[in-house]
Each structure stands twice: as C-alpha cells, then as structure tokens.
C-alpha cells in the first residue's frame, strides 16, 4: 500500500507542475483506486487496466459520437488528441513506476518496509516501467514528429520551472530585488501558460 500512496503522490506531483493533464491525472487516480482494490482483495499484483478501460461510459460514448460524425481534419484532431494523451499516460506511468522503486529501495535501506513485500513491488513497478518504455518507443517511432513537438514542450516547461525556482531562490536569499523577481516570475508564468 506504501507502494500505491507514493505512486499517487507522485502523479499529483506533475499535475500540480503542470506536466499531467486533468483528463490522464484522472484516469491515473482511477488506475490507483482500482490496483488498492485488487490489492485489498489480495490480488497481488494487481491487474493494470489499458487507457481504454480507464475511460467511463460517458467518454466512450462521446468518443464514439465525435468518431461518427468527424469529418477530415476533425477526425484527425481527435486520433491526435488520443495518441498525446495516451503518450502522456505511458509517459507518467514510466516515470513514476521508476520513482516508485527508487523510494522503495530508499525505504529498504531505511528499514521502513518488510524487505519481501518491498522487493515484490520492485518487481512489479520495474516491469510496469519497462511496459511504458516499450509503448512509448513504439508511439515515437510511428509519430515521430508528433512525439518530437511533445518531447520540445516538456523540455520548455521543465526548463521554465528550473527558472522558476531559480528566481524564488534568489528572491528568498535577498540577491534580486522583490519587485524584480515578480515580474521575472510573471513572465515565467505566463510563458508556462502558453505551453
């Protein structure tokens, strides 16, 4: 259960750093829920539901109307709004699942885990990672300039946050001025928000 809670924390993380989307944070949470429950019923390890089971029957059923009325590039936007978002799930389950064990293996050293049920979540997460790993390599090599934009916008957004705390850092040790560092914040801010 250790194992679930870091994992969750992990993916409210990169939603409030703005790198997980409402609609993949969602269907991550459900993921979670669904894997406690499986866990709780001692099914270990849990089954891991695809992005397609993680939708509710209201989103397919919208899905399935969008699909048969779209006509051209209305289809497309919406093959391309699934393929980024299930590049983003599979993005957001590699990196965390890899966090995961790094936490766990941090918790073994520290004595805060029985050493079998912490070796069995390692097992469990390393192959869930590499799962991702495989998905996402097929994804970047059949759309390699979709996955390209995706992969710029990232590094952009990860390089905006290091700004970020940069300027916080700076502010909070008195070597930039208050009332620069809001308008350098500002600026970050509103560059973040045009990713």
């Known amino acids: 259960m250790q194992a679930l809670e870091i994992e969750h924390r992990a993916y409210r993380d990169l939603y409030d750093e703005r790198l997980l989307s409402r609609e993949v944070l969602n269907k991550l949470s459900?993921?979670?829920?669904m894997k406690r429950d499986a866990v709780l019923a001692n099914r270990i390890p849990p089954q891991l539901p695809t992005v397609?089971?993680?939708?509710?029957?209201?989103?397919?059923?919208?899905?399935?109307?969008?699909?048969?009325?779209?006509?051209?590039?209305?289809?497309?936007?919406?093959?391309?709004?699934?393929?980024?978002?299930?590049?983003?799930?599979e993005s957001a389950l590699a990196y965390v699942c890899h966090k995961v064990v790094r936490k766990m293996h941090h918790l073994i050293q520290e004595r805060a885990v029985e050493v079998t049920v912490a070796f069995d979540s390692i097992y469990f997460y390393e192959d869930r990672s590499r799962a991702s790993l495989e998905k996402l390599k097929a994804?970047?090599?059949?759309?390699?300039?979709?996955?390209?934009?995706?992969?710029?916008r990232v590094a952009m957004h990860a390089a905006l946050i290091s700004e970020q705390?940069?300027?916080e850092r700076l502010a909070a040790d008195g070597v930039c001025?208050?009332?620069?560092?809001?308008?350098?914040r500002k600026l970050i801010e509103a560059k973040l928000n045009q990713i």
């Open 30 to 33: 459900l993921m979670i829920e």
């Open 52 to 89: 397609k089971e993680l939708e509710t029957r209201w989103e397919n059923f919208f899905a399935r109307v969008r699909r048969r009325f779209a006509r051209g590039s209305k289809r497309q936007s919406q093959q391309t709004h699934s393929l980024i978002l299930q590049y983003e799930y």
């Open 139 to 152: 994804i970047i090599q059949y759309y390699p300039d979709l996955t390209a934009t995706l992969q710029q």
């Open 165 to 167: 705390e940069v300027v």
């Open 177 to 184: 001025p208050a009332g620069a560092s809001s308008k350098v």
